[in-house]
């Protein structure tokens, strides 16, 4: 048929049930499934075929089943719990962030993709999903906290494997309409409306309010009638274009995001980019504090002291950078905007590159970040780690591990990922109130109360769930696929509730190495085939687009999982996304994550496998390095690095395959019947594992680490007109003037040997080129193995600076001195990025 336009028909729900409308609004429901249940019982058939989506369901559902659901008093009354529990979260004022963080500045979060549900795609994977998770606890803390992003219409891509188990990719167009989202609109009633020039072309923007809880989320949207053609595109897909595509949308995110602030009123005081897809916010904030009369380097300071920036990335090429000519075609008048010139803008964001045969300099979001921002994070401990090391060419001259880029190890939302089933169970033992308390690892200690068959016969209820969501996944996956009337007909007998299962769901890049655990595929077989003691596998997981080494791994352990000896007992599951997730996570024994270290910068899946009880079988690699203690859950490999990526392969693989022979599965299955050896596992998962990788717990953190210090430094050097920041921006340029002309002499009286607790006379003469003395940081600096030590000189008349250093232990030291301009005030000691060795 010809279409000449669309109509929604609202649904008219009765009296006693009017405000589902309202909760199908607001996405508290989807960390709710007693909540989602309310929806789920109007009509379950629709509710599944629409990604459990509440807003879809009540648009499709007949007005009779409305009128009877109304009239049902076992509906009606957990209805009103719903509600009431919904009205006591909403209103709720003693929150974690009124006792704890009074003063905190509103935070402005931004982030190029989001996962809070699975029925609105705008999401690919971790990152995404982390970034919807954290929304939610400042949500559940109370944190003043708006988010921003971007409205994909075709969200992601579908996955679908072929009848030879390659991926295939579909985009579908969203219905905006039946999502859980509306217009934004200004303090005047209208409609949101920014616009931005990308090149010499004027984009606008629509943005879109969502309701997470307690915040808001803001979703920029460049699909409307005045623009291009080409530019209606700009918000089609998460990461499916070009790096031209990429540059535009890095434009919209930031510099659009910020503007639609903005227009809403909304205040911030803190900025939190979550990636570099972000870091072009700073392009626009520079120029609000230029409009306001700072010159160009004083702004910069004005922004970057209240700014945060979290890296995810632990390898280079996951770094976005552009050459130089594409960004001037997108960039090309904001030098003109901002006071400076293209020298001195791209110079914040510069990075060498081998491309082509030679080095070239490149315009690198990662660093263009860093420079705009005064603290920046990894994602674990090691990922610190690894990031300080990576970026450690800012800082010439500087150790590694004095780079100032922390860690705040990920989280997961408990809620959004425990099944309801162990809610209810862990409710048996825990406090009331025990969902505000995720953190409290005292707390947590009830869960040793729990029974050994409470545990075996709720995990058993998850598992039968997630059996019967593989099935009914596979039999649709073989139709669609023509595949015979047996083959179909076999899916009803695909894993078993009563064998070990082991679930692997996560993006299909190749450093993950799905398909470690097929390197000796004989032995695998033993393994699964064991005839009292069989164990399962369920793999799950995307490869993007234009990764075919990723899809060839897909298709590897598609063309195992069709193999006589594997059939039945090792699947993969195509369209992984939050709702095959949370199966999964709920469902399997044992959750198992293989990545080379150390190119996992945390992971957050084996968190929410311990939610629900199941221990990881996990390479010592981002979070579970922290997480592991020996009780609960088992390591692959060791903690050390390989020069051979065969040799580690290898390694790692036997490992998985010992250790799962002789301790995992020795244990799950118990010897004479008694498996209270696993429930003590299982226990230890849970209560380790869920208060320590909480989503509040990180929350908390970034909140103490660096959302309080950033706004108390934001106010600090903004205040009165900036005058802090004129002064620091004025001392950098004389320092950096100068720096070049100042010089530095240093000898130290050293014996040849020496005895622990010994000092020696380290002396500088130092030549300060104007600088004022007290401006100049001279220290000593031992080394001993990677162990480092600083010990300031005392100032003396002349330029000289003396101490006595104290050799501390035994070992082999070196020692060399160094000078680093500080003044009182500075984020951290290397801001200038200047440091002089003698």
Request: proline share 5%.
């Amino acid at each position: 048929m010809n279409v000449i336009g669309k109509v929604t028909v609202l649904p008219q729900l009765p009296e006693a049930i009017g405000r589902l409308s309202e909760l199908a609004y607001n996405l508290y429901w989807s960390w709710t499934p007693h909540a989602q249940s309310l929806y789920q019982e109007l009509d379950p058939e629709v509710w599944e075929r629409f990604q459990h989506n509440p807003v879809r369901t009540l648009l499709e559902v007949p007005q009779e089943r409305l009128t009877h659901a109304a009239a049902n008093p076992d509906y009606l009354a957990r209805y009103g719990r719903v509600m009431a529990d919904f009205d006591a979260y909403m209103t709720k004022k003693d929150t974690w962030a009124s006792r704890n963080a009074p003063g905190l500045a509103p935070v402005a979060y931004f982030s190029m993709e989001y996962g809070f549900h699975e029925s609105l795609p705008i999401y690919s994977g971790g990152l995404g999903v982390l970034a919807g998770d954290h929304c939610k606890s400042a949500s559940d803390l109370g944190l003043p906290f708006t988010a921003v992003g971007m409205l994909f219409h075709q969200g992601y891509f579908r996955q679908m494997f072929n009848k030879d188990g390659w991926q295939e990719e579909a985009y579908d167009e969203l219905d905006l309409t039946t999502l859980p989202i509306r217009p934004a609109l200004t303090p005047g009633g209208e409609e949101a409306r920014v616009s931005v020039y990308i090149g010499s072309r004027s984009v606008h923007v629509r943005v879109w309010e969502l309701a997470v809880g307690r915040i808001r989320v803001l979703l920029l949207d460049a699909n409307v009638p005045e623009n291009s053609e080409d530019d209606r595109k700009l918000t089609a897909r998460l990461y499916g274009g070009n790096q031209e595509l990429r540059v535009q949308q890095y434009v919209l995110l930031g510099v659009a995001g910020i503007r639609a602030l903005r227009l809403l009123n909304v205040p911030a005081g803190v900025y939190h980019m979550n990636e570099g897809h972000a870091a072009l916010l700073g392009l626009e904030r520079v120029r609000e504090y230029v409009g306001q009369g700072l010159d160009f380097r004083a702004a910069l300071e004005a922004v970057a002291s209240s700014t945060l920036f979290t890296t995810h990335t632990p390898v280079a090429a996951g770094n976005d950078a552009f050459a130089y000519d594409l960004m001037d075609r997108h960039l090309s008048g904001w030098p003109a905007l901002l006071g400076t010139g293209r020298d001195d803008l791209y110079a914040l964001a510069r990075h060498e590159q081998f491309w082509d045969g030679h080095w070239v300099p490149t315009f690198s979001m990662t660093v263009f970040a860093l420079n705009m921002s005064r603290a920046a994070n990894g994602v674990s401990e090691l990922h610190g780690e690894v990031s300080r090391d990576m970026w450690k060419f800012l800082y010439e001259g500087a150790e590694a591990q004095e780079v100032p880029i922390g860690h705040v190890t990920n989280g997961a939302h408990n809620l959004t990922f425990t099944s309801q089933a162990m809610r209810d169970l862990l409710g048996t033992v825990l406090p009331q109130g025990w969902t505000e308390r995720l953190e409290d690892e005292a707390m947590w200690e009830a869960v040793e109360e729990l029974s050994d068959t409470q545990l075996s016969d709720v995990q058993l209820e998850m598992k039968r769930e997630m059996v019967t969501f593989v099935r009914r996944s596979l039999k649709a996956q073989m139709i669609r696929n023509g595949a015979s009337a047996a083959d179909v007909a076999a899916t009803d007998t695909v894993l078993s509730e009563n064998a070990l299962t082991i679930g692997f769901a996560r993006r299909f890049a190749t450093y993950k190495r799905a398909t470690l655990l097929f390197r000796d595929k004989a032995r695998l077989s033993r393994i699964v085939n064991d005839p009292d003691r069989p164990v399962q596998f369920v793999f799950a997981g995307k490869a993007h687009p234009a990764d075919n080494p990723g899809k060839a791994f897909i298709q590897e352990i598609y063309r195992v999982s069709q193999e006589p000896e594997f059939r039945g007992r090792v699947v993969i599951l195509e369209n992984y996304d939050m709702s095959v997730a949370r199966q999964l996570v709920q469902g399997v024994d044992i959750w198992l994550n293989n990545p080379r270290r150390p190119l996992e910068a945390s992971g957050t899946s084996g968190m929410k496998a311990s939610f629900n009880g199941s221990p990881n079988f996990s390479i010592l690699d981002g979070w579970w390095r922290e997480g592991y203690d020996g009780t609960n859950g088992w390591p692959i490999g060791e903690e050390r690095e390989y020069s051979d990526l065969g040799v580690q392969d290898d390694a790692d693989a036997y490992s998985l395959y010992s250790t799962l022979e002789s301790e995992i599965v020795p244990l799950y299955y118990g010897s004479g019947g008694q498996r209270g050896g696993w429930a003590r596992t299982v226990r230890r998962a849970i209560r380790t594992v869920s208060p320590r990788f909480s989503m509040q717990r990180q929350v908390i953190d970034y909140v103490r680490k660096y959302y309080l210090p950033l706004t108390a430094r934001g106010a600090e050097v903004t205040a009165d007109g900036g005058r802090r920041a004129r002064e620091i921006a004025s001392w950098k340029t004389w320092v950096r003037q100068q720096w070049p002309y100042t010089t530095l002499q240093a000898s130290a009286n050293l014996p040849t040997t020496a005895h622990p607790g010994q000092r020696v006379e380290v002396r500088a003469s130092v030549n300060p080129a104007g600088i004022r003395p007290e401006e100049l940081q001279v220290e000593a600096v031992l080394k001993r193995g990677d162990h480092v030590t600083r010990v300031p000189l005392t100032h003396e008349e002349g330029g000289r600076f003396t101490a006595q250093v104290p050799l501390d232990d035994s070992g082999l030291y070196s020692i060399g001195v160094r000078m680093v301009p500080e003044i009182e005030g500075l984020s951290n000691p290397l801001e200038a990025g200047l440091i002089k060795w003698a």
